[in-house]
């Protein structure tokens, strides 16, 4: 396989033979390396890679899209495929604009960069970067403070990345504006973990995206915004104390920067980052652009704000109706934002009633809420399961109000998904600390409208 490129600061000559168990591969690029039972088993493959005159001799390993080529001297050469990449082929002239700006960031997060480019191989494109060889190696579990010894044993087994460094990253992604490919954090099996030595080594879908951390403002001066809010402020001071207790905290939830400078302050478990965009990271925005979004309990309206400038349709479902009025006079005042609506009602209700199908639904610390009791809330998870391909969930451990260990909450969201993943957790304002999900009803590529209920009918979710 020849690899052909024009670009002057990269090298022109670029050869490549792959075999594994004595066979000899040649890819046409358009196809994973590996799809169903074709191409390269899930196991490391040998390499001869001629570079102008250098000639390295190796081991390489390969993810759906993405060859990587170790010299043995701490670089290597990652070959990014880009057509029929799911769920849509890949621009490479981004791609190749996403790792140049990685590359000038410096970030101790990825690893060092040295060039990239897009080049041709037998009349498809894909992009070659070399880049540091980041060894796999074993990285230290601090238990955090705030975790009880049984949940911290148990996130060991479920999460192969410390939380210490995805918190890094998160602070990496918030400071540099990234939005970061939804599964940055992804970490099982072969060819598939991302996170190595504290470096993010798949990256090449990260894109610069400042509108992400500071909402880009339509017609609205910082005057009119103050105003917004103060109006917003002075609703919230006049809610009605609960058993004498002011049910007002000082504060909006869902911190948000906006592009004309103007900041409305929500909380921050921290003191570094709002907590609003500390999830945002999570959230699936590379993959909601023309689909349905469904935010229940959506607060002061940020998910659906991301969603929606990220290409999406999005309804917020919210019972406290202060939330709802601003969540509007920021979609309609400051955003002008079309295709996003605002429900003032019981979240619940609405998903029980809706016949709509959502690429994502999002309930973030809303559960505990709506069903304190975490084993009485099967009807509900099953019916949210039957009506989205991703959803993604936070909620509180080991709450004083909800006092559930990491292990049951996972647990009953392997009764109803069929596949949970724990991507985080931090300890936040109050009791316990907050863990954040996201769960596939079904394999995303084979879901859809109908899908979960048949597969279920069938038996074929994982008990
Ligand atoms: C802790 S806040 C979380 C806000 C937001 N989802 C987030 O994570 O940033 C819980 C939100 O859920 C709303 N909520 C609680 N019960 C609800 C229900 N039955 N229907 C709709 N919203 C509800 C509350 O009013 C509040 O805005």
């Known amino acids: ?61 390969f993810g759906q899209d993405a060859l990587w080529l170790p010299y043995g001297n701490g670089a290597g050469l990652k070959v990014i495929r880009t057509e029929n990449n799911w769920p849509h082929t890949l621009d490479p002239d981004q791609v190749v604009k996403n790792i140049n700006y990685i590359k000038e960031i410096n970030s101790e997060i990825f690893p060092n960069i040295e060039w990239a480019t897009k080049a041709d ?113 002075d609703r919230y001071k006049r809610w009605i104390p609960i058993d004498g207790v002011p049910k007002w905290k000082g504060k909006i939830y869902q911190g948000m920067n906006f592009d004309n400078g103007f900041t409305m302050p929500g909380y921050s478990s921290d003191d570094e980052n709002f907590d609003s965009y500390v999830k945002a990271c999570f959230l699936p925005l590379d993959k909601v652009k023309d689909k349905k979004v469904l935010d229940l309990g959506s607060n002061q309206g940020f998910f659906d704000f991301q969603c929606a400038l990220a290409g999406a349709e999005t309804t917020g479902i919210e019972i406290t109706k202060e939330d709802v009025t601003l969540a509007k006079d920021i979609k309609d005042k400051i955003l002008k934002l079309e295709k996003s609506e605002f429900i003032h009602g019981d979240a619940i209700k609405y998903l029980h009633e809706t016949k709509d199908w959502y690429e994502v639904i999002i309930m973030s610390s809303v559960l505990h809420q709506t069903h304190p009791d975490l084993y009485a809330c099967d009807d509900f998870l099953q019916s949210l399961a039957s009506k989205c391909r991703y959803f993604f969930f936070e909620t509180p451990v080991g709450h004083k109000h909800y006092n559930f260990s990491l292990k049951q909450v996972t647990e009953k969201l392997q009764e109803h998904f069929y596949d949970v993943r724990m991507l985080y957790f931090y300890d936040c304002y109050s009791t316990g600390y907050r863990a954040v999900y996201i769960c596939y009803p079904w394999d995303p590529p084979q879901n859809g409208p109908g899908v979960y209920e048949q597969i279920r009918k069938e038996g074929r979710l994982k008990k």
């Open 1 to 61: 396989m020849i690899f052909t490129n024009d670009n002057k600061e990269c090298p022109s000559f670029i050869k490549l033979s792959i075999t594994q168990n004595g066979k000899e591969y040649n890819f046409d690029f358009k196809e994973p390396f590996r799809s169903g039972k074709q191409g390269l088993n899930k196991e490391p493959f040998d390499f001869v890679l001629t570079i102008d005159k250098d000639e390295y001799v190796g081991k390489g390993s």
């Open 121 to 233: 191989i037998s009349g498809q494109v894909c992009v070659l970067t070399e880049m540091e060889d980041v060894q796999d190696i074993e990285m230290e579990y601090p238990r955090p403070a705030y975790m009880p010894e049984e949940d911290f044993n148990y996130y060991k087994d479920i999460l192969n990345v410390p939380v210490q460094v995805l918190k890094k990253c998160i602070s990496e992604f918030i400071n540099h504006k990234l939005l970061p490919e939804t599964s940055w954090y992804k970490n099982g099996g072969f060819g598939a973990r991302n996170i190595l030595d504290g470096k993010i080594v798949d990256f090449h879908l990260f894109e610069h995206k400042p509108s992400m951390y500071s909402f880009p403002v339509k017609e609205c001066s910082t005057d009119e915004c103050q105003k917004i809010y103060d109006d917003a402020l």
